[in-house]
């Protein structure tokens, strides 16, 4: 069975740090790895994905992830945070015939001013 | 293009009363998905159809329920109304089914049991 950890419910950081976001992962075939975006009042948005294709993967809003395998990670950065960033994050598992994402359980992110 | 739609917004219904949920997918989408975020639950699989079939079903009681209709559109069903069935549920459509194929979500709707 697959499975999502995201570690912190509440991430707060200040206007034009780091953002880190964990996410880990356990699943008996490689994995294809998602990190989604959710504004209050909204739906979800994709902001990355990652197909095996490359390890570091780029994806909207200055977001970046990196799938290390040995460590079974999958956590998200973004080098400066804009106060626009605030919202919650969800990182999601699925593989191959079975695809149906499988969610942790959200990150909520603050950006202080 | 638009995207998913979903119907209604919100939804305020009783213990016992049944639910009706509506979804229209992005078009070209064959594959609809439905979840339900529940407070301090996070975001759970509940049903995903493709071509008019169901092709995969979350771990919820038979209660819960739904079809796919022949433009695609999805309706999700939920007899029998408990307090807990209160939460958030997104429709998510994507092209034909593959794990690296992006769901596309929905707004979803709110649904209320009192």
């Known amino acids: 069975a697959q499975s999502v950890t995201q570690l912190g419910s509440h991430v707060s950081v200040s206007e034009g740090a780091l953002v880190l976001l964990r996410c880990n992962y356990s699943s008996s075939v490689p994995p294809y790895l998602f990190w989604y975006v959710q504004y209050p009042n909204q739906g979800l948005q994709l902001l990355l994905k990652?197909?095996?294709?490359?390890?570091l993967v780029k994806g909207i809003n200055g977001f970046e992830a990196e799938f290390k395998k040995s460590e079974t990670s999958f956590h998200l950065t973004k080098p400066s945070a804009h106060m626009s960033d605030a919202a919650e994050y969800f990182c999601a598992v699925s593989r191959a015939g079975n695809t149906p994402l499988v969610f942790g359980k959200g990150t909520r992110l603050s950006v202080i001013a | 293009e638009a995207g998913v739609t979903q119907s209604p917004t919100h939804l305020i219904k009783t213990r016992g009363q049944q639910a009706t949920l509506r979804c229209s997918p992005i078009?070209?989408?064959?594959?609809v998905y439905w979840y339900q975020q529940a407070l301090g639950l996070g975001l759970q699989f509940l049903l995903w159809?493709?071509?008019?079939?169901?092709?995969n079903r979350g771990n919820f009681p038979p209660r819960f329920s739904g079809r796919q209709f022949p433009n695609y559109s999805s309706e999700l069903n939920v007899n029998a109304l408990e307090l807990e069935d209160s939460a958030l549920y997104l429709c998510?459509?994507?092209?034909?089914?593959?794990?690296?194929?992006?769901?596309?979500f929905g707004p979803g709707t709110r649904l209320t049991v009192l």
């Open positions: 078009s070209g989408h064959t594959s």
């Open positions: 990652y197909t095996s294709a490359a390890t």
């Open positions: 159809y493709d071509e008019g079939e169901e092709r």
């Open positions: 998510a459509s994507s092209l034909a089914p593959s794990a690296y194929n992006e769901q596309f």
